[in-house]
Each structure stands twice: as structure tokens, then as C-alpha cells.
Nanobody
């Protein structure tokens, strides 16, 4: 079955950190650019970060310098290290292929609140 499974979310105080993981089927992951996206309550899903198959990364301006995307090609897994979290980072986080995305997974909830 072709799919992605996100994990690692939770409740964290402002300024805290979380590390999200996305385990993908090999057919999705191998050789493909992967991205993290998020959807806050009442808002549309938005792009957060991308990592190309060779490791080049790019970030949305609001997370640049705080979030780091990485990938482990041996494990078909993409990570998102999130530091200095802010309440406005609260959202459900998803991962997917950058090009020709597949059906979205269930995502993982990140809540930043004191």
C-alpha cells in the first residue's frame, strides 16, 4: 500500500522543541523530493519545508532558522526538527511528495501552548 505515516506531534510550551517523523513507502520516498505541510484550524493547508533527494532544503519564511528538514534514505523517512516553537505553529502536520503528491495521511497534531 502506498502511503505515508506521520508521528511525533504533541503538546509543547512556547520555546520548546519537537521532532516529527514521516515514514513513507519506498515507492513514494525513493528519489523524490519530500515536503512537510501544515494546516491550522480554520486555515488552508500550507507548505512548510522541502528536501530534495540529494539533500537540498528550502523553508517557508516563518519557520526558517527554527525548523530543519532532513531525510534518512535507508529508512525511507523524513524528519522535521522544530525548535523555538510559537503558538502560531499549532497545526496538523503532514508530509507528502513535492511533485504529484499522493493521498494525504492522517498527519500529526502539534499544539504550542502554555
Amino acid at each position: 500500500q502506498v502511503r505515508v505515516v506521520e508521528s511525533g506531534g504533541g503538546l509543547v510550551q512556547p520555546g520548546g522543541s519537537l521532532r516529527l517523523s514521516c515514514a513513507a513507502s519506498e515507492s513514494i520516498f525513493s528519489g523524490n523530493a519530500m515536503g512537510w505541510y501544515r494546516q491550522a484550524p480554520g486555515k488552508q493547508r500550507e507548505w512548510v519545508a522541502t528536501i530534495l533527494s540529494g539533500g537540498v532544503t528550502s523553508y517557508q519564511g516563518s519557520v526558517k532558522g527554527r525548523f530543519t528538514i532532513s531525510r534518512d534514505n535507508a529508512k525511507n523517512t523524513v524528519y522535521l526538527q522544530m525548535n523555538s516553537l510559537k503558538p502560531e505553529d499549532t497545526a496538523v502536520y503532514y508530509c507528502n511528495k513535492l511533485v504529484r503528491p499522493i493521498s494525504w495521511g492522517q498527519g500529526t497534531q502539534v499544539t504550542v501552548s502554555s
